[in-house]
């Protein structure tokens, strides 16, 4: 299978130019040089960097060069310390993966889509010329299934315009339900050789989101749990505060702990989708919630850092900090270096 070289090893730069309140104190404050420094210092290859319509687009879809300033400030950050990057569209006019945002319409508003698709077009002559060190990412985690074809098309298009600009740099789309990696099949056949499907990985969600105030149906806001449950355990604790599996557990013993086999099984389609259309996988996001003990965390990173290294996938660990994920928070200090080792 096809590696995404250059990307193998990175961190998401979560909450600086997305999923924020759109401030320059916020901007110029939550991420600096130091830390494209520090990522680089810790061995990693690149970092993904989310960023929000708002960052660049007025309330009018005016450009804002402001934000493509420091669009350009974190190239030049990433590849003075070495790095490559990710430039992440995290939320569009009429689209997030968080409902709490009141985007909508992007699937069947035509207007809507001609923006995205010339948000990219800007993107692309701004940045096109990048390709050595910099991915773009179309858009994060479509939510429902029943947006799967409007999706294909929106992509489709928007594809074939960056390409009368950009005609080689690397082009990164995932599916619906968050990008989940059961969505890879149902995607659009790739325009040529430079695109890349992504994936998102948080199964067990069980583990990943324990006590997550966010989950809906509602968690448990007290749930605390090891990683290393029977797969019985995690069936009856799932149904109990989850109410359905994303990955379904029933085909495993359930007295038996959970494990690699596990991981293996949730990749297997995914991998044997990528070899037929001789594309790249990479995982964009993937971590465990600061509700989880960092040991407990370790372990779950290390069963799944093996199943990336066996199928060559490059990844970013959601989040370099806060953003209820950090792994620069200080509760990592104990594990943070034997993280990195897995990552």
């Known amino acids: 299978m096809k590696k995404l070289e250059g990307y193998m090893?990175?961190?998401?730069?979560?909450?600086?130019?997305?999923q924020c309140d759109h401030t320059k104190e916020r901007y110029d404050g939550f991420i600096t040089e130091s830390d494209f420094k520090k990522v680089s210092e810790w061995g990693l290859d690149h970092v993904r960097i989310p960023v929000d319509y708002e960052l660049v687009q007025d309330a009018n879809g005016d450009y804002v060069e402001e934000g493509f300033e420091y669009i350009e400030r974190a190239y030049k950050w990433a590849?003075?310390?070495?790095?490559?990057?990710?430039?992440?569209?995290?939320?569009?006019?009429?689209?997030s993966f968080d409902p709490h945002y009141g985007e909508s319409g992007l699937f069947e508003d035509a207007g809507l889509q001609e923006r995205f698709i010339r948000l990219w077009e800007e993107f692309a002559r701004r940045y096109g010329d990048r390709k050595d060190h910099m991915c773009f990412e179309l858009l994060n985690e479509v939510t429902n299934k029943e947006f799967s074809d409007s999706w294909n098309d929106i992509l489709t298009r928007c594809i074939e315009r960056i390409r009368k600009i950009a005609p080689d740099i690397k082009i990164i789309t995932g599916g619906y339900h968050h990008n989940s990696i059961e969505a890879l099949k149902d995607l659009a056949k790739p325009h040529d050789e430079n695109v890349v499907y992504t994936f998102h990985f948080y199964e067990p969600h069980?583990?990943?989101?324990?006590?997550?105030?966010?989950?809906?149906?509602?968690?448990?806001?007290?749930?605390?749990?090891?990683?290393?449950?029977?797969y019985k355990e995690y069936i009856d604790m799932t149904e109990k505060n989850i109410g359905e599996m994303a990955m379904t557990m029933d085909a495993y013993d359930g007295d038996k702990v959970?494990?690699?086999?596990?991981?293996?099984?949730?990749?297997?389609?995914?991998?044997a989708v990528a070899e037929e259309r001789d594309v790249a996988l990479y995982c964009g996001e993937y971590g465990a919630i600061d509700n989880a003990d960092p040991k407990e965390a370790l372990k779950w990173l290390k069963v799944l850092g093996s199943c990336f290294e066996r199928y060559g996938i490059g990844r970013a660990l959601w989040n370099y900090k806060e953003m209820?994920?950090?792994?620069?928070?200080?509760?990592?200090?104990?594990?943070?270096?034997?993280?990195?080792?897995?990552?």
């Open 258 to 271: 959970i494990g690699e086999e596990y991981f293996d099984d949730c990749f297997r389609e995914a991998v």
């Open 9 to 18: 090893h990175g961190v998401d730069f979560g909450g600086w130019l997305s």
């Open 79 to 95: 590849t003075d310390n070495g790095l490559n990057m990710i430039l992440d569209l995290h939320k569009t006019l009429g689209y």
């Open 206 to 230: 069980l583990f990943t989101h324990q006590g997550a105030s966010w989950m809906c149906p509602p968690m448990d806001k007290d749930l605390r749990i090891p990683f290393e449950l029977t």
């Open 324 to 343: 209820d994920f950090g792994l620069l928070d200080s509760r990592m200090d104990e594990v943070r270096d034997e993280i990195l080792k897995v990552m």
